[in-house]
Nanobody, 120 residues
Framework: VQLQASGGGLVQPGGSLRLSCAAS????????MGWYRQAPGKQRDLVAE???????NYADSVKGRFTISRDIAKNTVYLQMSSLKPEDTAVYFC???????????????WGQGTQVTVSS
């Protein structure tokens, strides 16, 4: 299973970006899909996640500004980011919990990361 993230870039404060992360390979089902971010010298933190039931969870710092969504048929998760601030600058990573067959075993996969820079 491979995760391919895209959509990062340079944006001015107050701007918007949309990140995408598509999973490919031997996928039976996907449980949780999520986005994390890591700024230089800091740990990787959860930004938002969405469960297979559609429930969502957001970091307090992004509530009301970011929206996570998914396309189950495409095995893809999105992160719509609005009202971006300089402190949102980080490398953003997607993560998925995937079952590769009908056994009750799930694996964690990470995307390669995409840089988001918020600066004027």
């Amino acid at each position: 299973v491979q995760l391919q993230a895209s959509g990062g870039g340079l944006v001015q404060p107050g701007g918007s970006l949309r990140l995408s992360c598509a999973a490919s390979g031997s996928i039976f089902s996907i449980n949780t899909m999520g986005w994390y971010r890591q700024a230089p010298g800091k740990q990787r933190d959860l930004v938002a996640e969405i469960t297979d039931g559609g429930g969502t969870n957001y970091a307090d710092s992004v509530k009301g500004r970011f929206t996570i969504s998914r396309d189950i048929a495409k095995n893809t998760v999105y992160l719509q980011m609005s009202s971006l601030k300089p402190e949102d600058t980080a490398v953003y990573f997607c993560k998925m919990i995937v079952a590769t067959d009908a056994r009750p075993i799930k694996y964690q996969y990470w995307g390669q990361g995409t840089q988001v820079t918020v600066s004027s």
